[in-house]
């Protein structure tokens, strides 16, 4: 079983940008196709960034396609969200996931997830 912890969260202007890692620990990352998703305040949790096993395919929601990046560096056991042109409807928690490690493509359906982190919150000032 794998172990989720993000950081990388924080306070940033509208336009600016935030970068959030995901660090796992228990299994190596390069098993398991991974996931990046936000819940807003007041809302459900949505769908922001998937990418493969292999790091060699990713999907992005379009409300982010085009300002954030999806990264896997499987030699340091961490996923990464780059986030740039940040806006105030960008505020959320952000959580990363990891699908069961037979699988190998990415999702955006968050069922298809089996392993959760505790979150981290980004907050997009005006």
């Known amino acids: 079983q794998v172990q989720l912890v993000e950081s990388g969260g924080g306070l940033v202007q509208a336009g600016g940008s935030l970068r959030l890692s995901c660090a796992a620990s228990g299994r190596t990352l390069s098993i398991y196709p991974m996931g990046w998703f936000r819940q807003p305040p007041g809302k459900e949790r949505e769908f922001v960034a998937a990418?493969?096993?292999?790091?060699?395919?990713?999907i992005l929601a379009d409300s982010v396609r085009g300002r954030f990046t999806i990264l896997k560096d499987n030699a340091k056991n961490t996923v990464y969200l780059q986030m740039n042109s940040l806006k105030p409807e960008d505020t959320a928690v952000f959580y990363c996931a990891a699908r069961n490690s037979y699988f190998n493509s990415p999702k955006d359906d968050p069922k298809d997830y089996a392993y959760w982190g505790q979150g981290t919150q980004v907050t997009v000032s005006t």
């Open positions: 990418i493969s096993r292999s790091g060699g395919s990713t």
